[in-house]
């Protein structure tokens, strides 16, 4: 367990014989000023790429930790082209973890667009057929 000022933050648990949890704190009794946002216009703010390591060459799909600093910051550790005193890179690295209730919020409002759009079109499909209705009896 992870604590800060005797509260428990965070716990790596074994949940069974197989698996671990990587639990964070989100209780409602720690938190206050709750507010909406758009997580579309998050999502839109940051860049994505296909990138292979300089390592390995392995591909993987993922941000610029420094480009996702200026979006998200807390889900940034460390600065941006920093270094240590024998000029050895000490990386910036990105908990993707941080990413999920944008997401989360993202896939709502799609799904909110995409039941305005159904409803729409529902009513369109109504309007055409009245009027159909209506050019069949204006011949006959």
């Known amino acids: 367990m992870f604590q800060k000022q005797g509260t428990t933050i965070g716990a790596i648990t074994q949940t069974n ?13 720690l938190k206050t ?20 390591w300089k390592s390995d060459g392995t591909r993987m799909y993922g941000v610029m ?10 889900a ?5 082209d920093e270094m240590d005193s024998v000029g050895k890179i000490l990386p910036q690295a ?8 944008v997401l989360v919020k993202a896939i ?5 667009q ?16 009245i009027l159909k209705k209506y050019r069949t009896k204006k011949r006959n």
Do not use: C, M, W
Not at 35 to 52: E, H, P, R, V
Not at 108 to 112: A, F, G, M, V
């Open 33 to 52: 000023d709750l507010k909406s946002y758009s997580g579309l216009d998050i999502l839109k703010k940051i860049k994505t790429y296909d990138f292979a």
């Open 17 to 29: 014989a197989n698996t671990i949890s990587y639990n964070t704190t989100s209780d409602y009794r």
């Open 108 to 112: 709502q409002e799609l799904e909110e």
């Open 94 to 101: 990105v908990d993707y973890s941080k990413l999920t209730p």
């Open 65 to 74: 930790a420094h480009e996702l600093q200026s979006v998200l910051p807390y």
């Open 114 to 129: 995409l039941q305005s759009f159904r409803e729409k079109l529902e009513n369109q499909k109504k309007e055409l057929e």
């Open 76 to 80: 940034v550790s460390g600065k941006k």
